[in-house]
């Protein structure tokens, strides 16, 4: 994860598949504690809330497939946590509002990140374009072809 670059954040807790065992494996080679991989995101929410503040999350980063973004983040806004998101923030209008008023509601922090930004060679490209390096910039063209996607991950023995 990007955000772990500076060493800021430190991994602590997680729901890592919607299947309870491969969470549990995937949670095990990050070397968490047992009680803190969960095997969902509403178990995570529920069990952390209970924790002490200095003992729970200071935050939620959602990395799981698009169409659960909005009712994880949902989950946890509701149970007092700030969410780290990954884009797509949500599917819809509706949604997107049902966001805005759960976020105003808890009074915490919603953040909506582009992961590919937070990378060396992102961020190298990004200089060399501020710095006239690349000369003037007339057309960008970019492809992200994503074929392991065409069947849904949730399906296959991968974590």
């Excluded at 998101?85 to 819809?92: G, L, N, R, V």
Aim: net charge neutral; aromatic share 10%.
């Amino acid at each position: 994860m990007a955000a772990q670059l500076d060493g800021g954040i430190e991994l602590v807790a997680g729901a890592f598949s919607s299947n309870a065992e491969r969470s549990r494996r995937c949670g095990e080679r990050l070397g968490l504690h047992s009680a803190r991989i969960y095997s969902d995101y509403f178990a995570m929410a529920t069990e952390e809330a209970k924790l002490s503040k200095g003992e729970r999350i200071d935050f939620v980063s959602i990395v799981t497939p698009n169409h659960l973004h909005f009712p994880v983040a949902k989950a946890f806004l509701e149970s007092g946590f700030n969410v780290v998101c990954e884009k797509p923030m949500t599917f819809d209008l509706k949604e997107a509002l049902e966001l805005k008023n759960l976020v105003a509601k808890s009074q915490k922090v919603f953040a909506l990140t582009y992961s590919y930004t937070g990378y060396p060679m992102v961020k190298e490209a990004r200089e060399m374009v501020r710095r006239g390096e690349l000369g003037k910039i007339l057309k960008v063209i970019t492809e992200y072809p994503q074929g392991w996607r065409s069947n849904p991950l949730e399906s296959t023995e991968q974590d």
